[in-house]
C-alpha cells in the first residue's frame, strides 16, 4: 500500500525532543551536530535541554524541528530503508516542507538548516512586533471566515493562512482587522475564535520582505532533484522540479498553507498510510480528522522507529 511521509511545522517543538534518536542512532546524533555546526552554535543544547522560551523563537524552532525530523530518518536509513524505495511523496506543513526536501535531497542538511534560521530571522523581522496577529478559527465554514477576513480588512491584510481541516482555519494579518474579524466569526457561529500567542502574522501578506529574503537565500544554495516527489503547501500538486520547488518556497512565506486539501489529494491518489516524521503528532491528529480512511503512524522516538520498520517492511 502506497506511503507518504509529512514533517510537522512550528508548535510542534518540545523541549528533549530527538534526544532519545541520538542516544540510540549514531546517524541521529551526526545530524544534530551537522546542524550545530551549520550554524555555528549548540543548537542540540537548546532543543534538549531548553529553556522551553529560547527553543521556541522562530529563528530557533524551525531548524530545530527540521533536525529532529532528519535525524529520525537517519535512524531508519542506518537500518537499510529507503525513502526512495519505500515512499511514493513527501510533504511538509510550512517550515516542514524544507525537512521534507532535505529528506529528499533537494538540499543538504546544512544548507537546510542555515535556510530556516534565515526563514525564522526574516519573518520575524518581516513586521515589526505587535503590528501582526494570527487567529485559530473553529467550526465556521472557509467562505464565511473569508467573508469575515474581507469585512474586516478594509484596506489591511487579513486573511487565512492555514487551512488544517478538522473544521480549523488560521487567519493572519494586521492585528487590528484579525481581531475584528475573529469577533465577526463568532457572531457568524464560529465554536471558537481563539487569538494566538504568536511573533509575527505569518503566511500573509505582510511576510513579503521575509519572501524577498527567502528568494536570494535559495538562489545561494546547491539544489537538486528530490528522490521523492513533494506536494507543494501551495499548489497542491506534486513535483520533482528544483526551480519550481524553490519558486513554491518563496511563495510558502505569504501564502496559505493548504493542508486540509494536501491530506485529501493523498487520500484521491492511492496513499493508504501517512507517517509524521519527526517531533509531535499533530500532522497525525489533523489527518484523522479529515480523511479516517487513511492510517497514520508517527517516527519522532527510538521506538517509533522500530515500529516503522517492522511495518515499512
Same mark, same amino acid.
Request: with cysteine; hydrophobic share 50%; charged share 20%.
Given at each position: 500500500?502506497?506511503?507518504?511521509? /509529512?514533517?510537522?511545522?512550528?508548535? %510542534?517543538?518540545?523541549?528533549?525532543?530527538?534526544?532519545?534518536?541520538?542516544? =540510540?542512532?549514531?546517524?541521529?546524533?551526526?545530524? &544534530?551536530?551537522?546542524?550545530?555546526? =551549520?550554524?555555528?552554535?549548540?543548537?542540540?543544547?537548546?532543543?534538549?535541554?531548553?529553556? $522551553?522560551?529560547?527553543?521556541?523563537?522562530?529563528?530557533?524552532?524551525?531548524?530545530?524541528?527540521?533536525?529532529? %525530523?532528519?535525524?529520525?530518518?537517519?535512524?531508519?536509513?542506518?537500518?537499510?530503508?529507503?525513502?526512495?524505495?519505500?515512499?511514493?511523496?513527501?510533504?511538509?506543513?510550512?517550515?516542514?516542507?524544507?525537512? =521534507?526536501?532535505?529528506?529528499?535531497?533537494?538540499?543538504?542538511?546544512?544548507?537546510?538548516?542555515?535556510?530556516?534560521?534565515?526563514?525564522?530571522?526574516?519573518?520575524?523581522?518581516?513586521?515589526? @512586533?505587535?503590528?501582526?496577529?494570527? =487567529?485559530?478559527?473553529?467550526?465556521?465554514?472557509?467562505?464565511?471566515? $473569508?467573508?469575515?477576513? @474581507?469585512?474586516?480588512?478594509?484596506?489591511?491584510?487579513?486573511?487565512?493562512?492555514?487551512?488544517?481541516?478538522?473544521?480549523?482555519?488560521?487567519?493572519?494579518?494586521?492585528?487590528?482587522?484579525?481581531?475584528?474579524?475573529?469577533?465577526?466569526?463568532?457572531?457568524?457561529?464560529?465554536?471558537?475564535?481563539?487569538?494566538?500567542?504568536? %511573533?509575527?502574522? &505569518?503566511?500573509?501578506?505582510?511576510?513579503?520582505?521575509?519572501?524577498?529574503?527567502?528568494?536570494?537565500?535559495?538562489?545561494?544554495?546547491?539544489?537538486?532533484?528530490?528522490?521523492?516527489?513533494?506536494?507543494?503547501?501551495?499548489?497542491?500538486?506534486? /513535483?520533482?522540479?528544483?526551480?519550481?520547488?524553490?519558486?513554491?518556497?518563496?511563495?510558502?512565506?505569504?501564502?496559505?498553507?493548504?493542508?486540509?486539501?494536501?491530506?485529501?489529494?493523498?487520500?484521491?491518489?492511492?496513499?493508504?498510510?501517512?507517517?509524521?516524521?519527526?517531533?509531535?503528532?499533530?500532522?497525525?491528529?489533523?489527518?484523522?480528522?479529515?480523511?479516517?480512511?487513511?492510517?497514520?503512524?508517527?517516527?519522532?522516538?527510538?521506538? $517509533?522507529? $522500530?515500529?516503522?520498520?517492522? @511495518?515499512?517492511?
Amino acid at each position: 500500500m502506497a506511503v507518504a511521509f /509529512t514533517f510537522p511545522g512550528q508548535g %510542534s517543538q518540545a523541549v528533549g525532543m530527538g534526544k532519545d534518536l541520538a542516544d =540510540a542512532f549514531p546517524e541521529a546524533r551526526r545530524v &544534530f551536530q551537522e546542524v550545530d555546526e =551549520a550554524l555555528g552554535e549548540k543548537l542540540s543544547k537548546l532543543i534538549w535541554e531548553g529553556p $522551553e522560551e529560547t527553543l521556541t523563537l522562530t529563528a530557533n524552532a524551525q531548524p530545530a524541528l527540521m533536525a529532529v %525530523s532528519l535525524a529520525a530518518l537517519r535512524a531508519l536509513e542506518s537500518r537499510g530503508f529507503s525513502l526512495k524505495d519505500k515512499v511514493s511523496y513527501v510533504a511538509g506543513h510550512s517550515l516542514g516542507e524544507y525537512s =521534507a526536501l532535505a529528506a529528499a535531497g533537494f538540499v543538504s542538511v546544512a544548507d537546510a538548516a542555515r535556510l530556516l534560521r534565515i526563514r525564522g530571522n526574516a519573518m520575524q523581522a518581516a513586521v515589526p @512586533a505587535g503590528e501582526g496577529a494570527m =487567529a485559530a478559527i473553529i467550526g465556521l465554514e472557509q467562505a464565511d471566515v $473569508e467573508a469575515a477576513c @474581507a469585512e474586516a480588512g478594509q484596506g489591511s491584510v487579513c486573511q487565512i493562512a492555514n487551512d488544517n481541516g478538522g473544521g480549523q482555519l488560521v487567519i493572519s494579518g494586521a492585528r487590528a482587522a484579525v481581531e475584528l474579524a475573529a469577533k465577526l466569526c463568532t457572531e457568524k457561529g464560529a465554536k471558537r475564535a481563539l487569538m494566538l500567542q504568536v %511573533s509575527a502574522p &505569518f503566511h500573509s501578506a505582510m511576510m513579503m520582505p521575509a519572501a524577498d529574503v527567502m528568494r536570494d537565500a535559495l538562489a545561494g544554495v546547491a539544489k537538486a532533484a528530490p528522490v521523492v516527489p513533494i506536494v507543494s503547501n501551495v499548489t497542491v500538486t506534486p /513535483t520533482s522540479d528544483p526551480d519550481e520547488i524553490a519558486l513554491r518556497l518563496v511563495e510558502q512565506v505569504v501564502a496559505r498553507v493548504r493542508w486540509r486539501e494536501t491530506v485529501e489529494w493523498f487520500g484521491q491518489n492511492g496513499i493508504a498510510t501517512l507517517y509524521e516524521v519527526g517531533a509531535g503528532k499533530v500532522l497525525s491528529g489533523l489527518a484523522r480528522r479529515i480523511n479516517r480512511d487513511i492510517a497514520t503512524g508517527a517516527i519522532g522516538t527510538a521506538v $517509533e522507529v $522500530e515500529t516503522a520498520l517492522a @511495518a515499512l517492511g
